[in-house]
């Protein structure tokens, strides 16, 4: 449970970009809400598999968590959060969001030509304030990722890929065990935004 339905959706996200044949060698490669779940095993996951990986949050002081993960940069959300032009400067070969809104429609303006998001939440809002630009102009592929209605092949092959990749010691980086009596107050530090990494409740504590 320390990995989860964030860990295996972070690895279906890694498997859409290596299908659509983002490499290690394109370029870097975007994770924002790199403080969650999904996030930090995006990290974990991209930088064991050789992937030069840059974090977006809002909480850059979990900076040193993000490197311990594989990060090589973190940045902050600031940039990506709010409206942005149709057309940003080309930096990304591929990017991981779970946030949407305005921060999945600066990540595509910004992605490199043929660069590939995988888009798998919607932490910031559900709308896409975006245009057409990246897509016509730069051959962007932005693919949508659900962990609901997957074939059972693709759910076999990601749980195959987390058990090769993932370092059984990194789950006591990326999760945290509380008691069902801690549920509560945690649940209020989680929608505060003040949780990173997963929570796991031990119902034998």
Same mark, same amino acid.
């Given at each position: 449970? %320390? @990995?989860?339905? +964030? *860990?295996?959706?972070?690895?279906?996200? #890694?498997? !859409?970009?290596? =299908?659509? /044949?983002?490499?290690?060698?394109?370029?870097?490669?975007?994770?924002?809400?790199?403080?969650?779940?999904?996030?930090?095993?995006?990290?974990?996951?991209?930088?064991?598999?050789?992937?030069?990986?840059?974090?977006?949050?809002?909480?850059?002081?979990?900076?040193?968590?993000?490197?311990?993960?594989?990060?090589?940069?973190?940045?902050?959300?600031?940039?990506?959060?709010?409206?942005?032009?149709?057309?940003?400067?080309?930096?990304?070969?591929? %990017? @991981?969001?779970? +946030? *949407?809104?305005?921060?999945?429609?600066? #990540?595509? !303006?910004?992605? =490199?030509? /043929?660069?590939?998001?995988?888009?798998?939440?919607?932490?910031?809002?559900?709308?896409?304030?975006?245009?057409?630009?990246?897509?016509?102009?730069?051959?962007?592929?932005?693919?949508?990722?659900?962990?609901?209605?997957?074939?059972?092949?693709?759910?076999?092959?990601?749980?195959?890929?987390?058990?090769?990749?993932?370092?059984?010691?990194?789950?006591?980086?990326?999760?945290?065990?509380?008691?069902?009596?801690?549920?509560?107050?945690?649940?209020?530090?989680?929608? +505060? *935004?003040?949780?990173?990494?997963?929570? #796991?409740?031990?119902?034998? =504590?």
């Amino acid at each position: 449970m %320390a @990995i989860g339905t +964030a *860990g295996y959706t972070a690895m279906l996200c #890694v498997m !859409a970009l290596e =299908k659509h /044949g983002v490499t290690p060698d394109k370029g870097e490669i975007l994770v924002t809400g790199a403080n969650g779940g999904v996030g930090s095993y995006a990290i974990a996951i991209l930088a064991k598999l050789g992937y030069t990986v840059v974090a977006s949050t809002g909480r850059v002081e979990q900076a040193a968590y993000l490197k311990k993960l594989g990060a090589s940069e973190v940045v902050s959300r600031d940039g990506l959060s709010s409206a942005g032009r149709a057309l940003a400067k080309e930096r990304w070969a591929g %990017a @991981i969001d779970s +946030a *949407g809104s305005h921060t999945l429609a600066n #990540v595509c !303006a910004s992605m =490199k030509y /043929g660069g590939v998001v995988a888009a798998c939440g919607l932490a910031q809002g559900m709308d896409l304030p975006a245009t057409v630009a990246p897509f016509i102009l730069r051959g962007v592929t932005l693919v949508g990722i659900d962990s609901v209605m997957r074939p059972i092949e693709d759910r076999l092959d990601a749980w195959q890929r987390l058990s090769e990749i993932l370092d059984p010691a990194i789950f006591d980086d990326i999760s945290n065990d509380i008691s069902l009596a801690e549920v509560f107050e945690v649940s209020q530090d989680l929608i +505060a *935004g003040k949780i990173r990494g997963r929570v #796991v409740v031990d119902l034998s =504590k």
